[in-house]
């Protein structure tokens, strides 16, 4: 039973494409997440939803744009993609207790490569 | 701003020998800190957080208010914690800001 599944894994695409990444998690958590990890393998957070609504918007170029179609689903679209996007984009979700921050499960991330 | 620092990227020790993996952060107001630790191909995964004062895999971590830091720390290293750890500092809405990761090699 995978707790946070992320699709597809790999995903090597030509600057200027537009390209989605999936992300489901059945742990019934309210809250789910994108992070990015970069070259260096720093990770920073670029959205948040919590009960489909966004609640946290990095500084994120808006080439990127998450959707929530459900609590169980958050998807990553990214339009007319650049080198400087590739990266490692990691899926995650939490249960938002009162405001408190609880553990977050992550997927096994999506290997994002632009040629 | 939050800010979670992870002085060191890379760490080496030998099998059985003490090891530390040190954090800073800079919050205000209380923060909810955490390790987490990804191990070869697998994902990211909490280790411990600072709330419940645990004890996972040997590892412990205890939040000094006054140095600003959450070392992590096991006395005696073995080979399958060999891993990248980041440290993260929690927020509302459980936004996590994480430190640039330590990779922790233990040597044989």
């Known amino acids: 039973d995978t707790a946070v599944s992320q699709t597809p894994k790999y995903l090597v695409t030509q600057m200027g494409n537009d390209k989605s990444i999936k992300c489901e998690q059945n742990l019934g958590h309210d809250t789910m997440y994108w992070y990015k990890q970069d070259s260096k393998k720093f990770l920073k957070i670029m959205f948040s939803y919590n009960n489909k609504e966004l609640i946290i918007n990095e500084t994120v170029p808006n080439r990127f744009s998450p959707k929530s179609p459900d609590k169980a689903h958050l998807n990553l679209h990214i339009n007319s993609l650049e080198l400087g996007d590739s990266a490692v984009y990691f899926c995650a979700s939490s249960l938002l207790l009162g405001g408190a921050t609880t553990e977050a499960f992550f997927g096994q991330g999506t290997r994002l490569t632009v040629v | 701003a939050q800010r979670v620092t992870q002085p060191e990227k890379l760490l080496s020790v030998f099998k059985g020998a003490p090891v530390e993996l040190k954090c800073n952060y800079s919050?205000?107001?209380?923060?909810?800190l955490f390790w987490y630790v990804q191990y070869s191909r697998q994902r990211l995964q909490l280790l411990l957080r600072?709330?419940s004062r645990e004890s996972i895999k040997g590892f412990t971590a205890d939040l000094n208010k006054g140095e600003t830091s959450f070392h992590l720390k096991k006395p005696f290293a073995q080979e399958e914690d060999s891993a990248m750890y980041y440290c993260a500092g929690g927020t509302s809405y459980g936004k996590l800001t994480f430190g640039q990761g330590t990779i922790l090699t233990v040597h044989p």
């Open positions: 600072h709330i």
């Open positions: 919050y205000s107001g209380s923060p909810e």
